[in-house]
């Protein structure tokens, strides 16, 4: 499955919970209600960009398929994560949540699940 495109949010569900448990700084939760960021996936093999674009910052991380990475939130923190494809979606699995890609038509849906099994859900449209 190619993800490659820019996507940008359109609708979400739970987010203001996900944020503030991964511990995302409370202004940022605020921002974050308000804006829908654009996203673009440039994917070359088992390698993938991605350039998260807000009013506040602009964010690239590179990741490849199995091996760990560090990628920078939009609010600046890293962290680790370790990206695999499987059954045509695209995992992204960090310390505090699991993230679940996928395209469902010409949209991606992204299910972002917290260890203790909280879920936002997004879903984005080709732009």
């Known amino acids: 499955m190619d993800f490659s495109g820019t996507w940008k949010v359109y609708s979400e569900e739970n987010l203001d919970e ?9 202004r940022f939760c605020y921002f974050f209600q308000d804006i829908k960021p654009a996203i673009t996936i ?12 807000t009013p506040l910052r602009t964010c690239v991380n590179t990741v490849s398929i199995g091996k760990e990475s560090e990628v920078i939130a939009v609010d600046g923190r890293k962290f680790k994560c370790t ?8 995992i992204t699995d960090c310390e505090k949540f699991t993230s679940v890609r996928e395209i469902q038509g010409e949209d ?17 449209s080709l732009i």
């Open 18 to 26: 996900f944020l503030k448990a991964v511990d995302l700084i409370e």
């Open 42 to 53: 440039e994917q070359n093999g088992k390698d993938f960009t991605f350039t998260v674009k």
């Open 83 to 90: 990206v695999r494809e499987e059954n045509g979606k695209l």
């Open 108 to 124: 991606m849906v992204e299910v972002s699940s917290l260890i203790n099994l909280k879920k936002c859900n997004n879903s984005l």
